[in-house]
């Protein structure tokens, strides 16, 4: 199994920047792609960026692409999520997941940390 823990989230003001950590631990080597979601409040989860621990690849949501970069250590097991320019629709509660397929659902779901912007 995997276990993923997110950190960094917190009260900000618009136009700042954030940085979320997910560091995942267990059996880290079956990971083949970590990605960020976000919930808002009395909305549905939705997908945020992607980034295959390989390194080959990254890609974004849309509404996000251009404020936000995924990244990820050299270890491989902890992985990063700037949010650039915060607007407050980044209000959300964010969820680093891993995968160890290259598509479909995610198997594995850290609890969670709240951003909220002003």
């Known amino acids: 199994h995997v276990q993923l823990v997110e950190s960094g989230g917190g009260s900000e003001q618009a136009g700042r920047s954030l940085t979320l950590s997910c560091a995942a631990s267990?059996?880290?080597?079956?990971?083949?792609?970590m990605a960020w979601f976000r919930q808002a409040s009395g909305k549905e989860r939705q997908f945020v960026a992607r980034?295959?621990?390989?390194?080959?690849?990254?890609w974004y949501d849309d509404a996000v692409q251009g404020r936000f970069t995924i990244s990820q250590d050299t270890s491989k097991t902890t992985v990063f999520l700037h949010i650039a320019s915060l607007i407050p629709e980044d209000t959300a509660m964010y969820y680093c997941?891993?995968?160890?397929?290259?598509?479909?659902?995610?198997?594995?779901w850290g609890q969670g940390t709240q951003v909220t912007v002003s």
């Open positions: 997941a891993a995968s160890t397929a290259w598509q479909g659902d995610y198997d594995y």
């Open positions: 267990g059996y880290t080597s079956t990971i083949l792609r």
């Open positions: 980034i295959y621990t390989s390194g080959d690849g990254t």
